[in-house]
């Protein structure tokens, strides 16, 4: 079945820090991506999204790319903030949304 | 403004006692969607229904149940509750199955505590 894998956290950055959080799936079909971001005490909320390989989202200076050829959707940003830090889910969706286990950042000031 | 509510945001009960968890949505969303989250878990679904009169099973649908008489609505029972169901419970919506148009929007959740 189709199945999210995403790095275990928690991650610990410096502000400005680059960050990279790695997702990869196992899908039949042509599933949709997605990132999710759960700020503390609240529910998940959409950070970005693609919809079919080479398809890059993008919000709030993050970014992932759709790699088909090797089952990805890394998260990226290249300069965090304090106000970052929170819980990141990677999804996908062909049917119903699988969501991963989702990956703590904390980012230091 | 559409928005997706949940209530209550805290709820304390005792084992054994039948719960009732409330989710409304003002989208006129068809897919409703019932999830828990626990730590080293991440979300699990529990139940999910794609109209009014339907409702399926997740894969942690056991002590658990849904019903879907109106769009707007989609309340989860806990029959019996158990320790083991202390979590935080979340709600959420989405317009259309499959595709690229299927982003779920998220309540903010209930915390319930099965002592």
């Known amino acids: 079945g189709n199945s999210v894998t995403q790095m275990e956290g928690p991650v610990t950055l410096s502000e400005e820090a680059f960050l990279t959080i790695n997702c990869t799936y196992t899908a039949t079909g042509y599933p949709s991506l997605f990132w999710y971001v759960q700020y503390p005490g609240e529910g998940l909320q959409l950070l970005l999204k693609?919809?079919?390989?080479?398809d890059k989202g993008s919000n709030k200076g993050f970014e992932a790319t759709y790699r088909k050829e090797t089952t990805s959707f890394h998260l990226e940003k290249g300069s965090v903030q304090v106000s970052d830090s929170a819980v990141y889910f990677c999804?996908?969706?062909?049917?119903?949304?699988?969501f991963g286990k989702g990956t703590r950042l904390h980012i230091l000031p | 403004d559409a928005e997706i509510t949940q209530s209550p945001r805290h709820k304390i009960t005792e084992t054994g006692r039948q719960v009732t968890l409330a989710c409304h949505q003002t989208?006129?969303?068809?897919?409703m969607f019932w999830y828990r989250q626990d730590l080293g878990h991440g979300l699990r679904l529990i139940h999910y229904?794609?109209?009014?009169?339907?409702?399926n099973k997740g894969e942690v649908s056991d002590g658990y149940s849904v019903s879907r008489s109106n769009t707007e609505d989609l309340p989860l029972t806990l029959e019996s509750a158990a320790s083991s169901q202390t979590s935080v419970y979340f709600c959420?919506?989405?317009?259309?199955?499959?595709?690229?148009?299927?982003?779920?929007?998220f309540g903010p959740g209930t915390r319930l505590t099965v002592l």
């Open positions: 989208w006129n969303h068809n897919n």
């Open positions: 999804a996908l969706s062909d049917d119903k949304i699988i």
């Open positions: 693609a919809t079919k390989a080479d």
């Open positions: 229904s794609y109209g009014v009169q339907d409702t």
């Open positions: 959420a919506s989405s317009p259309l199955a499959g595709g690229a148009y299927n982003e779920q929007f």
